[in-house]
């Protein structure tokens, strides 16, 4: 993807220290999070502008972790994160900004040649992270996601359940670090990853167990109930699947009600037909 000229200042501000600093994520945060305040600020339809500039920031920030040899996730996850942080500065943070976003580092990550799926775990992450100071609640950002990294793995011909595991793994990490309802994270994640996954026309059966795996491992990585995470995971597949279909419910029922990664799943409580939510 060219960059615009928002993508290139902050491309150009990176290349140059991201060799020389020690955290990555931190540098690549502020810098992305500065440029797009100031390239907000400076056009008159915020709101018709604003997606399209937090891809190219992302995809800026991107490009240069490459080009400088760091690690491409670090960059993903500080740029996913400055975008957010900056756009809340200029105006309110929506679901499509969010998704947006993930996407952009996604397709940006597979446009120089770096592995998506980490790059999936590290936005989700920094979107989560970002997430606390900005008013944007815990529920919409992991749902927001989830749509996004699903769009984004169709986008970039990536595996939809790795992606799923990873982009889960990353969310229960970032709930953890800013002491957020891991659970509600969880499950709301997973919700959003079979709606997303059902408007690509995926395997919601594939998805659905691989975001319990992702779950599990990693509330185990942050030394949480494994089984509860995977209980939680499970129950916002199924609740997720029945508002696709009844056959859709049937296959997600049937690949998550069983024993994975060594723990035997539970559902949290029965799960009945009723009024969408997120």
Do not use: F
């Not at 200042?9 to 999070?33: F, H």
């Not at 679901?95 to 990550?109: E, F, N, P």
């Not at 446009?111 to 936005?123: I, R, W, Y």
């Not at 079979?194 to 998805?207: K, M």
């Amino acid at each position: 993807m060219a960059l615009g000229d928002l993508g290139k200042r902050i491309n150009s501000a990176l290349v140059g220290v991201i060799k020389e600093v020690r955290d990555v994520v931190e540098t690549t945060t502020e810098v992305t999070r500065e440029n797009i305040v100031e390239g907000l600020r400076a056009v008159k339809d915020v709101a018709a502008q604003v997606s399209s500039m937090a891809q190219d920031a992302v995809s800026g920030a991107i490009q240069a972790g490459s080009q400088a040899g760091a690690e491409v996730s670090s960059a993903a996850k500080g740029a996913v994160a400055g975008v957010i942080q900056g756009v809340s500065e200029v105006t309110t943070v929506t679901a499509d900004v969010v998704s947006d976003t993930v996407r952009a580092a996604m397709k940006a990550t597979r446009e120089v040649g770096s592995d998506v799926s980490k790059t999936a775990q590290s936005a989700a992450e920094g979107v989560v992270s970002a997430s606390k100071t900005v008013g944007l609640s815990l529920r919409e950002a992991t749902y927001s996601i989830a749509r996004g990294a699903i769009q984004g793995a169709r986008e970039t011909g990536s595996d939809l359940a790795s992606i799923a595991k990873h982009t889960m793994e990353g969310s229960v990490k970032g709930t953890q670090e800013i002491g957020g309802d891991v659970m509600q994270a969880i499950e709301s994640l997973s919700r959003g990853l079979i709606r997303g996954a059902a408007e690509v026309r995926g395997d919601l059966a594939s998805v659905a167990r691989s975001a319990v795996e992702g779950a599990i491992d990693g509330a185990r990585s942050v030394r949480l109930k494994a089984e509860d995470a995977a209980s939680a995971a499970a129950t916002g597949a199924i609740e997720a699947a029945r508002e696709v279909s009844e056959s859709a419910a049937a296959a997600v029922t049937k690949a998550v009600s069983e024993t994975i990664s060594g723990i035997k799943v539970v559902l949290k409580t029965p799960v009945k037909k009723g009024k969408k939510r997120r």
